[in-house]
């Protein structure tokens, strides 16, 4: 496993940011970048709920790549497969069992691609969030990366005032802010 310290290193490494929004992704791709990091951001959520608010958040996406000078790649939005992953938690409040899954479907993808583009780190902007669950995350991360012999990076984007980075960023980007997490589920519970 590649594991960050609190002290950047450099490394010429390529890897995959699995970027859940533009918010969130900001501060992860600066950091990535300081640190040596070759950044290939992946944006794959068709998790997001709905249609329109997915091409909002992946245009937020769009701009943000453009200003790092950073390739992305725009994954599927295939919405039918994620409703059948998460099918019968519907009904789960974010943060619980439908959340889990939301993560393993995302990141497994995520690692599917790094395979495929014979990229051998790959980690997740979703980390940056207060809302998410860091230690879950990390261990769905690091399972996932186990399956198919990759290095998950561990680092939590959120440490030395990494989410406070990544909404600066943010506004002076003057970026889309969405105020729910993304699927229909959290929608209809605002
Ligand atoms: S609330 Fe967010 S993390 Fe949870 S299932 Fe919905 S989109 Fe995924």
Known sequence: M???KEERYSTNQRILLHACCAICSGYPISFLKESGYDVIVYFYNPNIYPESEYYRRLEAEIKLCEYFNTDLIIGDYNTADYYDFVKGLENEPEKGLRCVKCFEYRLNKSALKALELEINNFTTSMVISPHKNYDKLTSIGKSVAQKYN?????????????????????????????????????LNKI
């Open 150 to 186: 990759l290095n998950y990076l561990s680092y939590n984007f959120r440490k030395n005032d990494g989410f406070l980075k990544t909404n600066k960023i943010s506004y002076e980007l003057n970026l889309y802010r969405q105020d729910y997490c993304g699927c229909q589920f959290a």
């Open 2 to 4: 590649v594991e960050l």
